[in-house]
């Protein structure tokens, strides 16, 4: 039966709040005792012909009422029904005790009268008082009587004997079946809620055997209550809890426990609670434990991902950076003479970004899985591995007897990652560069370990990949250098620090510049001139490559929009600037170009862009982003032709409208046949694809007059011009165009 079900079963009635049945019953005995007691005062009247047949009437009806309300206490009757019986067997009650002739029937009357409604109006304990005083005044009055009176006989004592006899159990009556019922409805009130409580909760005794469980401790542990009662608790618990020792010490009379336990269910799994329990002595029967648990299974389990997760790389299942730094702050302060050394290796994977670009990321985070277990197996168990960025692992050596046991423990990475493993279906062999860096003196911080491998690391990229570096002092002059340079470079891009150069590109023919390339030049206050060799490689590791090739995008349009209105050459000039691949991979650079082109006043088409053969490669969107620049009108060059990996199938995929061949073939073209049968083939290629072709490096007139001759249309290098600051360009377009109407008129140059 619910607790609602519980609570429609109780009844309300005008009486107060309780049972009907239990106030009929009650009000029925009363009348019946009362009609007895007018029948006692009958039966010894205070004059022989006191006794008359109304009063004995009327007595009897009395009892009669009582026992009608008795029998029908089961009956839900209206509450009027109530009320009229009452006030009737009053009446009767009185009328009888009055007509027996009672000296006290005054008394008589008011204590039969005030009896019962005493207990259908007042709380019981009030009635009850109320009875007993006017019960113990009626029969004071009565002894009394009896006293001042003795001609009234014995019947005067015996009907005040009577009535306080009577009083007295009514009132001792009622105060024991109002304690057996408050203590019977309090019992089944705690045992409702404990039963029906979703808080899990159990008496156990004090060896904690389980004596009662409610039904959400069923619930939590998964077991029936027949299976739970009588066993003791602890057998219930994992067996890699150390929680019973703490319950046993809180069953040996501490007063409260608070502890958490694992408990093991009947299909494996392991329930964690949170216990809360008291030890309870009662004034009678044996003490015991009164404990509440909580399922704190999955808050537990909450916490401990997100501490497993604060320490470890969530791809690989590694450490990460956090903990790295950790253990290795916690090496160098213990590190001194009595103990090894400590030793940092960086291990960063080559062309992995190739990977990501070209089959996905999905298939690059599954080589780093793949690679993982093979790193791990090759260090020493004292060793840390952990994973620090996207394709870099660090390991912490610690208690090195030798230093060069780190540079042992970086040739075994490198052993480990020569082993080919698959990857989308095919097999797939990393190779890294790697930095060492080992402690010096005691005192050497965490991050300045890692920042020495990583400057090693960086060498070892830098000096042709796939190696190892170990660092020393130039090294770390050599990264501060850098870091240096890095702050210069940021500041002259946002400053005037840089500046364009132009070389012009000709036609072979006519001698007339067709375009020209900007070059980007670093004039630093300090150092001088600084070549694009050394900080286009700093800008592309920096991410500055994206703002440089920004600011050299604006600063070449605005050039061009001024020279061409001169309209000194129809078609109108082009210029080229160089585009890595790096500028090609972010999001929205086709929408930026197109975007200057809509600012800048020039000729539509008049914007070309460079790339190298390794962008079209390494950059997985370069084919969508040409394709986006080529329907706007901008010309895409493959810069250095023949120096990288291209075949013909790129050349054919990719939206290519010029191939720029290096100068290496050119500058040796006067070598022998063999470098003019390479052009020739390279020239008859780019015809067959509808490709324009420029020669690159072209250092003297008969390299000129030899290309023109292969059918090559257009050449750039020293022997047309050298690079020329944006003031001059204007000067030599005036001059080339002189030469070139000379040209056409027949005159030599």
């Not at 009535?163 to 019977?184: A, F, K, N, P």
């Not at 329930?271 to 002595?281: H, M």
């Not at 100068?663 to 046949?673: A, I, Q, T, Y």
Request: hydrophobic share 50%.
């Amino acid at each position: 039966m619910t607790s609602a079900h519980r609570a429609s079963t109780v009844t309300h009635t005008p009486f107060g709040s309780g049972s009907s049945r239990f106030l009929a019953r009650r009000l029925g005995l009363l009348f019946i005792l009362a009609g007895a007691t007018a029948g006692v005062s009958l039966l010894f009247p205070a004059a022989p012909d006191a006794v008359t047949p109304v009063a004995a009437g009327c007595a009897a009806l009395a009892a009669v009422a009582g026992a009608c309300l008795l029998v029908g206490a089961g009956d839900r009757a209206p509450a009027w029904t109530f009320q009229v019986l009452i006030g009737i067997a009053t009446l009767l009650v009185a009328a009888g005790a009055y007509g027996g002739g009672s000296p006290a029937s005054g008394a008589e009357l008011f204590y039969l009268w005030i009896a019962p409604y005493s207990f259908a109006f007042f709380s019981t304990r009030q009635a009850a008082l109320q009875v007993a005083v006017v019960g113990a005044s009626y029969g004071g009055v009565l002894a009394v009587q009896h006293v001042e009176h003795p001609a009234m006989g014995s019947s005067g004592l015996l009907v005040g004997v009577w009535i306080l006899v009577v009083t007295t159990l009514v009132v001792i009556g009622t105060l024991v079946r109002l304690l057996g019922r408050s203590t019977r409805d309090a019992d089944q009130r705690f045992r409702r809620g404990f039963e029906d409580s979703p808080v899990p909760a159990a008496f156990l005794d004090l060896s904690l055997h389980l004596l009662e469980v409610n039904d959400a401790l069923c619930r939590l542990l998964g077991r029936r209550r027949e299976d739970l009662v009588g066993r003791c608790v602890l057998d219930m618990l994992d067996t890699e809890d150390a929680g019973g020792a703490r319950w046993l010490r809180g069953a040996d009379g501490s007063s409260t426990v608070e502890d958490e336990c694992r408990f093991l269910r009947p299909d494996g799994a392991v329930v964690r609670a949170e216990v809360a329990g008291s030890l309870v002595r009662p004034e009678v029967g044996p003490a015991y434990h009164f404990h509440q648990f909580r399922d704190v299974t999955a808050h537990r389990r909450d916490q401990e991902a997100l501490a497993h997760q604060a320490i470890h790389d969530p791809l690989t299942g590694l450490y990460n950076r956090a903990l790295l730094l950790d253990r290795a702050t916690a090496a160098l302060d213990s590190h001194g003479p009595a103990s090894g050394t400590v030793g940092m290796v960086l291990l960063d994977l080559d062309h992995f970004k190739v990977v990501n670009d070209s089959l996905g990321h999905e298939v690059g985070d599954a080589a780093l899985i793949a690679i993982t277990p093979r790193l791990a197996a090759a260090l020493e168990p004292a060793d840390t591995l952990a994973r620090i960025g996207g394709d870099e692992f660090a390991v912490l050596c610690v208690d090195l007897a030798n230093p060069l046991d780190a540079v042992d423990r970086a040739g075994r990475l490198a052993q480990a990652l020569a082993e080919p493993i698959e990857i989308a279906g095919a097999p797939y062999v990393a190779a890294a560069s790697i930095g060492v860096a080992v402690a010096g003196a005691p005192g050497a911080d965490a991050l300045g370990l890692l920042r020495d491998a990583d400057a090693a690391m960086n060498r070892a990229k830098g000096g042709g990949r796939n190696r190892i570096e170990i660092f020393d002092r130039s090294i770390r002059y050599e990264a501060l250098r850098r870091l240096q340079l890095e702050h210069d470079l940021r500041a002259a891009i946002a400053g005037d620090g840089l500046i364009l150069e132009y070389q012009p590109v000709v036609d072979t023919a006519t001698g007339a510049p067709v375009a020209l390339e900007a070059l980007v030049r670093w004039d630093h206050p300090v150092r001088g001139r600084i070549g694009p060799d050394e900080f286009v490689p700093l800008a592309e590791q920096t991410g500055l490559v994206v703002e440089l090739g920004d600011w050299v995008l604006r600063t070449a349009l605005s050039h061009l929009a001024q020279w061409q209105l001169v309209q000194l050459y129809d078609p109108p000039l082009k210029v080229s600037v160089n585009v890595s691949g790096h500028q090609l991979a972010v999001a929205g650079f086709a929408n930026r170009v197109a975007e200057l082109l809509r600012a800048t006043p020039i000729a539509p088409g008049s914007l070309g862009i460079e790339i190298t053969e390794s962008v079209i490669i390494d950059v997985a969107v370069a084919h969508e982003t040409l394709e986006v620049l080529r329907a706007l009108g901008v010309t895409v060059l493959l810069d250095d032709f023949g120096t990288g990996y291209s075949s013909l199938a790129y050349l054919e995929q990719f939206p290519i409208d010029v191939l720029k061949i290096d100068r290496s073939f050119v500058v040796r073209l006067d070598e022998g046949n063999d470098r003019a049968v390479v052009l020739e083939a390279i020239l008859a290629m780019a015809r067959a694809l509808h490709l324009d072709v420029i020669a690159e490096g072209v250092e003297s007139a008969e390299q000129i007059v030899k290309l023109r001759a292969f059918g090559c249309r257009w050449v750039q290098g020293f022997a047309v011009s050298r690079p020329l600051p944006a003031e001059a360009v204007l000067g030599f377009l005036v001059e080339q165009q002189t030469v070139a109407r000379a040209v056409e008129h027949g005159d030599q140059p």
